[in-house]
């Protein structure tokens, strides 16, 4: 049986708007996601960083993940750097996820959902 080591985890995805309800429903939706994809629990999980870009101000998006019931995990949230279109992209929610698992990094699903698909495309379906 492999040991267990602290790996790290990447998701993205967008908002369809700056209101903390769609902040929240974009985010649940690339935890629950990059939950599922890689099997682990909240228990799990060392730490969070959430960055959200500079146009999304109506919400922290680390609240979706106490929403989920992470309360014991360190949560962390900041601003991406105001990059303009084309590298930049509006109302994008971005995660790095810390926790232990037996997966190698190969076999780790990072999760870009939405129009976050355009930064990653060589990590979505």
């Not at 939950?35 to 959430?50: D, H, K």
């Not at 962390?76 to 929610?93: D, N, Q, T, Y």
């Amino acid at each position: 049986m492999r040991s267990k080591i602290l790996r790290g985890l990447r998701g993205a995805t967008t908002a369809t708007a700056n209101t903390s309800e769609a902040i929240l429903e974009a985010t649940v939706e690339l935890l629950r996601a990059l939950q599922e994809a890689n099997g682990f629990r909240p228990n799990q999980v060392e730490s969070a960083i959430f960055t959200s870009s500079p146009d999304l101000t109506a919400e922290y998006p680390a609240r979706a993940a106490r929403l989920l019931g992470w309360s014991g995990v360190p949560l962390l949230g900041a601003s991406e750097v105001a990059v303009p279109p084309p590298g930049g992209l509006p109302r994008c929610i971005r995660v790095l996820l810390h926790f232990y698992t037996a997966k190698p990094p190969g076999q780790l699903k990072h999760m870009y959902l939405r129009e976050a698909a355009k930064l990653r495309p060589d990590r979505t379906k």
